[in-house]
T-cell receptor
Framework: QQQVKQSPQSLIVQKGGISIINCAYE??????FPWYQQFPGKGPALLIA?????SEKKEGRFTISFNKSAKQFSLHIMDSQPGDSATYFC??????????FGTGTSLTVIP | DGGITQSPKYLFRKEGQNVTLSCEQN?????MYWYRQDPGQGLRLIYY???????QKGDIAEGYSVSREKKESFPLTVTSAQKNPTAFYLC????????????????FGEGSRLTVL
């Protein structure tokens, strides 16, 4: 059973556009929701994370929107750049325990 | 610099052979994880360890084994029983619940790509 469901599987966006990736979860005990960015042949790196006591977190061009009642969270990339082309994973965990990852979204930003 | 080191980066194995992937961390993290990554399937958990001398099976543990004799090291052995071992393997670590973890951040190594010939 997939604990975290992620969509879309792939996304193509024009440079300067907004990229939006969505995730949904079931376990209400999750208390940490990170997004990871992965470039080909590299390990994932933490991009931004949120806890369920806030509805939005912004870091530069990256924003997480969190809807606790709907059990959904999303990543918004504003002013998308070709350098943002990568695979993005959402995840959920109970702090200090194992992580559950979405299946990933391959983002391509066209110049 | 603190981080996670995985080796080798590339590994080729003949069918029927066991291979061991190394993972070392100097972040003083209690918790360590092994994930397998296949195209379109995301990250699937193989094994994880919350503390030295203890580890738990993840979702796809069959055909794999691990040990956790030292805090810094969590090697993964891919045995001949693993039917389709060709994949990208990722090791990760974070502060564990016994460390009073508050951030939850998971740090990854650069990965090891295993190819079966």
């Amino acid at each position: 059973q997939q604990q975290v469901k992620q969509s879309p599987q792939s996304l193509i966006v024009q440079k300067g556009g907004i990229s939006i990736i969505n995730c949904a979860y079931e376990n209400t005990a999750f208390d940490y929701f990170p997004w990871y960015q992965q470039f080909p042949g590299k390990g994932p790196a933490l991009l931004i994370a949120i806890r369920p006591d806030v509805s939005e977190k912004k870091e530069g061009r990256f924003t997480i929107s969190f809807n606790k009642s709907a059990k959904q969270f999303s990543l918004h990339i504003m002013d998308s750049q070709p350098g943002d082309s990568a695979t993005y994973f959402c995840a959920a965990s109970i702090t200090g325990n194992q992580f559950y990852f979405g299946t990933g979204t391959s983002l391509t930003v066209i110049p | 610099d603190g981080g996670i080191t995985q080796s080798p980066k590339y590994l080729f194995r003949k069918e029927g052979q066991n291979v061991t992937l190394s993972c070392e961390q100097n972040l003083n993290h209690d918790a360590m994880y092994w994930y397998r990554q296949d195209p379109g399937q995301g990250l699937r958990l193989i094994y994880y360890s919350q503390i030295v001398n203890d580890f738990q099976k993840g979702d796809i543990a069959e055909g794999y084994s691990v040990s956790r004799e030292k805090k810094e090291s969590f090697p993964l052995t891919v045995t001949s029983a693993q039917k389709n071992p060709t994949a990208f393997y990722l090791c990760a670590s974070c502060m564990g619940r016994f460390q009073g973890a508050t951030t939850g951040e998971l740090f990854f190594g650069e990965g090891s790509r295993l190819t079966v010939l």
